[in-house]
């Protein structure tokens, strides 16, 4: 099969079909995203070899349930081992010997096929098409922050950043009647939250003011430094950015105001896919672009350049 294989230069290569071993289905891709945390990945991040590469849809080929095969899917991209402590007290996407899809130990979806086990695989809802299922990974991220930062009704929320995470974290936080306010570095990006009620400001014309909850979705380190800024006393910060990279942390700035500090990863799934089947949400204006496999590196290279929303590998193009 093709893909894109990271040995320290990513390019297009023939490899053998992954097998499914028991337990789990082999998927045909159809569309994979390109994200921030794949482009860390690029750049030495988990110290990742292999297919890249997390957000997906995709088409059941082989699976031990026959009743599964041919039917659509995304997938859960931790992989635990199901029998540490961790595992049995609920905590298996933080298992110690987990692997984790295009970025640790197991091959991804800038691919022709993957392998996941069945437990890991949600179905797509029918009517939904690919090109708003493939964002059901970073939709159910930022329903985890919006979760973790416990968002309502009288909630005043900033977010901060403008990618595709931003964005979609900005949506579901306006979804539970948050005043959510945006800030970002692209007037056009900002623009895309306001049919949900988002206000968008460039990062240095954002309003005075002090915030019930802050999610830190830039993808850099100044950041969290604004974070911990625009934060109330007693409220919450949310950091959802993954980078190659550290940043500092003034203990003052937590202890003092006795803010909360709060890490948010993954989310769940299928909460994703009925907000994207029911409408609620529609993530289809932030595609960039959809590069064919076919044009090797061309995705990913896409996907880094300035301004650039998200960039889809259509792994059968």
Not at 134 to 140: D, G, I, N, S, T
Not at 169 to 196: D, I, M
Not at 260 to 286: E, H, I, K, Q, Y
Request: charged residues 20%; glycine residues 14%; hydrophobic residues 45%.
């Amino acid at each position: 099969m093709r893909a894109l294989y990271f040995d320290g230069e990513l390019r297009l290569r023939e490899l053998p079909e992954p097998r499914p071993g028991p337990g789990e289905a082999l998927i045909r891709v159809q569309l994979a995203g390109v994200c921030r945390t794949d482009l860390e990945v690029l750049k030495g991040y988990h110290g990742f070899t292999g297919v890249p590469g997390h957000e997906f849809v995709g088409e059941v080929a082989e699976a031990p349930d026959p009743a599964w095969r041919g039917r659509r899917v995304v997938g859960e991209i931790n992989v635990s081992c199901g029998h540490c402590r961790r595992c049995r007290t609920g905590l298996a996407r933080h298992c110690a010997a987990r692997r984790v899809l295009g970025l640790r130990g197991l091959d991804g979806a800038w691919a022709e096929y993957l392998v996941l086990p069945m437990a890991n695989l949600v179905a797509v809802p029918e009517g939904l098409a690919e090109e708003a299922a493939v964002f059901a990974e970073p939709l159910a991220a930022a329903l985890a922050a919006a979760e973790a930062g416990g968002a309502g009704g009288s909630t005043r929320a900033l977010v901060i950043g403008d990618g595709v995470l931003g964005l979609l974290t900005s949506w579901v936080l306006a979804l539970t009647g948050a005043e959510v306010h945006l800030a970002g570095h692209y007037r056009e990006h900002l623009g895309l939250g306001e049919r949900y009620g988002v206000q968008g400001f460039l990062e240095g014309e954002l309003p005075a003011g002090e915030y019930d909850l802050v999610v830190e979705a830039s993808g850099s380190p100044g950041g969290l430094t604004l974070a911990l800024e625009r934060i109330r006393p007693q409220g919450t910060v949310v950091l959802k950015s993954t980078f190659q990279g550290e940043v500092g942390l003034p203990p003052a700035g937590l202890v003092v105001p006795e803010v909360r500090l709060v890490g948010s990863r993954c989310g769940p799934l299928a909460a994703a896919l009925r907000l994207l089947a029911r409408g609620w949400l529609d993530p289809r204006p932030l595609i960039e672009a959809v590069v064919p496999l076919s044009a090797g590196p061309a995705g990913p290279e896409r996907a880094r350049q300035p301004g650039s929303l998200r960039v889809l590998v259509d792994c059968h193009g």
